[in-house]
């Protein structure tokens, strides 16, 4: 493994260049190869090098030879459809690097705005630092927090029980708002899975409930998408603040 | 040993058993495999083409300076041609392939430097939780510590709203005055002081807004 960072740009070394080209020429042809194996799939490689008019090849030139063929059977929009050079390949490669830079800024941002939150609670002192940016974006994570905590204070008022078990709780309780018919006798079921006497069409009827939860007989919250923080469903109807990080 | 994934373990070399894990692999696997060619024309000036074809039948292919040059070139068997044109060509493609790698270069050293902040702050967070219960994720709060966190946001929801509009106030005013005799943190906080009293290890790349702040806050960032 390599101790310190290669610079990407051309080798001005020529030993240098060199031996690095004959290292990366054979871990590129090691690679083409595991690839090809591991997925069972057809590959070739040709490397000229400024070294030797002869190309570099894998796997052997009738492999080569056979793979060009199978590609230029193919329709020329086939062909050229996922066909990159440094240029494009570049260029893509900046992109998805600038996506995920900006998912990361977003991420420790967030931790950032949760940190003076928490700091917030106990030297009300530090929002004096804060501009409009912050103070904005920290009521919304106070938002935010608020009403998952509300959701959860919920959950546990309503179970009365471990907060793992909450899931089971909500489940009865929505049996007893839908069906009424079969409702009397799951509701008995409900708090015995181990009940193996259970009539086919009723044990079906639990599990289609199980599948799709039904949470509208959860207070305030019913009708609500769930909540993924900082993610795209951030619903800001009932907030004081606009999400920050998606407008 | 648990990994989530077989990075640094021996895989053997046979067809992978597993269809969806073979076409994961085969996915990331050929972005390697360009990415490896593409240094491997950077670093060492080599003339490159690879084609791939995707278990589901697809072909991808990488080639520098372009596939069709490099299979024309081993088909022919001839030397390149170089014409006058073409070094033209060849040194303008070159260029800007040089530009694009420095704008990569930069775009990754920027992620790595904001993961490392990453890091930093899961630390911190880990650390503090030891000694703050109410930083514990909500699902492990019992219901009167959820009752009195809820209770305390509430709180710091108000003081963040009269902060909020003690600045549109500020703003909203002339130019501000200096009140002689006032403490540094007393009655008026002067616009693009919030650097100065910002020791929350914020951000210190944020733009300061003085008068130039829109009430309409639904701005994404960055």
């Not at chain 1, 530090?126 to 204070?153: A, F, H, P, T």
């Not at chain 1, 089971?168 to 708090?191: F, I, L, N």
């Not at chain 2, 990331?28 to 995707?54: M, N, W, Y």
């Not at chain 2, 930093?120 to 009752?147: G, Y």
Request: glycine share 8%.
């Amino acid at each position: 493994m390599t101790r310190k960072k290669v610079k990407l740009a051309y080798i001005p070394n020529d030993s240098a260049r060199k031996a690095t080209f004959k290292k990366r020429k054979k871990g590129l042809m090691k690679k083409v190869s595991e690839l090809s194996t591991l997925c069972g799939i057809e590959a070739c490689a040709i490397i000229f090098s400024p070294y030797d008019a002869q190309p570099e090849i894998w796997p052997s030139p009738m492999g080569v030879q056979r793979v060009l063929s199978q590609f230029k059977k193919m329709p020329e929009m086939e062909q050229s459809k996922k066909m990159v050079n440094q240029d494009s390949f570049l260029r893509q490669r900046i992109a998805k690097a600038n996506e995920q830079l900006k998912r990361q800024r977003k991420d420790n941002r967030e931790k950032e705005i949760t940190q003076v939150m928490f700091q917030g609670l106990t030297a009300g002192k530090v929002l004096q630092g804060l501009n409009m940016l912050d103070l904005n974006d920290l009521g919304w994570i106070v938002d935010q927090n608020l009403k998952e905590i509300s959701k959860r204070i919920v959950m546990l008022s309503k179970g009365g029980g471990s907060s793992s078990s909450a899931t089971t709780v909500q489940y009865s309780s929505s049996q007893e708002e839908t069906t009424a018919p079969v409702s009397a006798s799951q509701g008995e079921k409900c708090s015995g899975f181990e009940q193996m006497g259970m009539e086919a069409m009723q044990k079906q009827q639990w599990f289609v409930d199980l599948m799709n939860p039904q949470d509208n007989n959860m207070g305030g919250f019913g009708g609500e998408e769930v909540m993924f923080p900082f993610g795209d469903g951030g619903s800001t109807h009932s907030s004081l603040w606009s999400n920050p990080f998606y407008p | 040993m648990t990994r989530k994934n077989k990075g640094r373990q021996k895989v053997e070399m046979v067809k992978m058993p597993n269809e969806s894990n073979l076409q994961v692999t085969f996915s990331k696997r050929r972005s390697g495999l360009f990415k490896k060619a593409s240094e491997l024309c950077t670093l060492c000036g080599a003339e490159v083409a690879i084609i791939v074809f995707s278990p589901g039948k697809k072909v991808f292919s990488f080639g520098h300076p372009c596939v069709e040059s490099v299979v024309e070139r081993f088909l022919t068997r001839n030397p390149p041609q170089i014409s006058g044109t073409m070094q033209l060509i060849e040194a303008h493609r070159n260029a800007s392939v040089r530009e694009l790698n420095m704008q990569l270069t930069q775009v990754l050293n920027q992620l790595e430097v904001e993961k490392k902040r990453g890091e930093e702050l899961n630390q911190m967070r880990k650390a503090s939780q030891a000694q703050c219960w109410w930083e514990a994720p909500i699902e492990e709060l019992n219901l009167p510590q959820l009752e009195q966190l809820k209770m305390s946001l509430e709180e710091l929801k108000k003081s963040v709203g009269k902060q909020a509009e003690k600045i549109l106030i500020q703003n909203s005013n002339p130019p501000p005055q200096f009140f002689p005799g006032s403490s540094s943190n007393g009655g008026i906080n002067l616009p693009f002081d919030h650097h100065a009293k910002n020791n929350t290890g914020f951000n210190p790349n944020m733009m300061p807004h003085g008068y130039n702040n829109n009430p309409g806050f639904g701005r994404g960032f960055y």
